[in-house]
């Protein structure tokens, strides 16, 4: 009759320590797919998805390519004819038709003013902040009062519901 109580209280006491060892591990995986969820909710991956754009200013500035990943927004230009281009890091807005504005993060191709870099046909590219996936244009604006300022970009309403992310 002991060895009955004993077991009984033995599997009680198994299936009690089993129940608690398991309750955790279920509460991890599930947390841990819901912030997976949470993380995946956007259009944009780590993967860039990318659309072609040929939007000009005065002939000379072309913006020819948007990408946007989870972490960034990066925009390629060139010049059409010999230019001394500069970014102006402090006078630059890139915003988008939902009123967000996003901060510079780099250039690449193309020096910070006031060092400039003489090119024709070169590719360079500015990166932003990550652009919200419901914008659908976009602003990016050189000031026209920053410092080193000659003739700065100007590329309104820079229309993105045509594009074919690829």
């Known amino acids: 009759m002991k060895g009955i109580v004993y077991l009984t209280w033995f599997m ?7 129940f608690a060892c398991s309750s955790p591990s279920t509460q991890v995986a ?3 797919s819901t912030e997976t969820e949470v993380v995946t909710k956007r259009n944009w991956s780590m993967n860039p998805k990318c659309c072609e754009l040929k939007a000009e200013f005065l002939g000379v500035v072309v913006l020819d390519q948007i990408c946007i990943t989870d972490s ?7 010049t059409k004819d ?9 006078g630059m807005v890139f915003r988008d ?12 191709g193309v020096d910070l003013c006031p060092k400039r870099t ?9 990166s932003f902040e ?37």
Not at 82 to 90: D, G, I, M, P, Y
């Open 12 to 18: 009680i006491g198994s299936g009690l320590f089993f």
């Open 30 to 32: 599930e947390n841990q």
């Open 72 to 78: 960034e927004t990066k925009l390629k230009l060139h």
């Open 82 to 90: 010999w230019k001394r281009v500069c970014v102006l890091k402090e």
């Open 97 to 108: 038709d939902l009123g967000t504005h996003y901060s510079f993060l780099k250039s690449e």
């Open 118 to 126: 003489k090119m024709k046909d070169t590719s360079f590219y500015l």
């Open 130 to 166: 990550s652009m919200s996936n419901l914008a659908t244009s976009f602003d990016l604006i050189e000031d026209k009062n920053a410092k080193h300022a000659h003739k700065p970009w100007v590329f309104e309403k820079v229309d993105l519901m045509n594009c074919q992310w690829k």
